[in-house]
């Protein structure tokens, strides 16, 4: 008892004492994002300048439990620094791949009726989640955004999903059927390899990212029990098919998928990522990550009963802390975790919550282990 009161009375001194230099050779302390004036202003603004980017990702200083935390200081230009250049290949500015949609359907290949192979899926290797909250050109290759035809024409993207073999993306149901097609459009296309909306090629520093790709749907399949009209939205889950395969590549690739449950804990960390809102309510262009505990089940079905929102046992829920949540944008996206081995799995897609990053409310998650079968099935009755 003594040596633990000894480690949290050591814990909060450290806390209280523990200083950092900003990116503008200043000593200052390294506090939440949030309680930061100067850098909250310059990551809301939009557009978002490769400056303000910059600044922002060098100011970055770790994590407080789950929340992002920043070198807290005044805005500049950071002096260059010279930058260990990666063994991966280096993609040109200049890149012209083709991102359009021609139309093109690839033939039916059987090795996308299944997940990808667990050799195969959740290599992430830029390592640096826990550096920040804003993610790095290559972090999270798996992000999808889901683009809906509007009335007047245009692509807006609404959702997002992950890639989990080369012709499939898994989402959420409310963001295939439902009232997104009446009040935003129908799903049209899927983009993959984004990073930055506001860019056409993303660049960081010397290196580049190949243009995203954006592939036509060929079909979007909701889970059979999957209704509008169920508040606590039972079975929100979805794979959409792709016209084509993608092109794999260190920006575009598979997570893996979990199949159970049990290993999870409350309190254990997990991760959102995506271009949802941020606490202002304005959409994020730069894709972002957060990490969320498990939260407990009881507390959360007690939390949720009064609300007329009855949990089943394939949901989870995740966060649960001030400015800590998944929030409109990031619908479909994934809640993941990193094993011991270094590989990404996702354990379930984002569905609902009481509002965006309400202290004490976590986000609902639809649950990704108890759907593995209804995935395989519909993956393997659909790829003709």
Known sequence: MKYGLFFVLSSLLWNQIYTCTTPLGQRSQCISLYDCPPLLAAFEQRPLSSAYLRFLKLSQCGFDGITPQVCCGPLGQPPETSTPQSSRPVWPATNTESNSNSGEIDPVNSEDSAPAPRDQCGIDYSDRIFGGQITDLDEFPWMALLGYRTRSGNVSYQCGGVLINSRYVLTAAHCVTGQIEQQVGSLVTVRLGEYDTQQDVDCDRSTCAPRPQDIAAAGGYPHPGYSDKNINRQDDIALVRLARRVRLSDYVKPICLTTTDAELDVGDSA????????????????????????????????????????????????????????????????????????????????????????????????SVASYDDWIRSTMRSTNK
């Open 271 to 366: 991760f959102v990522a995506g271009w949802g809102r941020t606490l202002s309510g304005k959409k994020s262009p730069v894709k972002l990550k957060l990490g969320l505990p498990i939260f407990d089940k009881n507390d959360c079905l007690n939390k949720y009963r009064p609300l007329g929102a009855e949990l089943s046992e394939k949901q989870l829920c995740a966060g649960g802390a001030y400015a800590q949540d998944s929030c409109k944008g990031d619908s479909g996206g994934p809640l993941m975790r990193k094993l011991s081995n270094g590989i990404w799995e996702t354990i379930g897609v984002v569905s609902f919550g009481n509002g965006c990053g309400r202290d004490g409310w976590p986000g609902v998650y639809t």
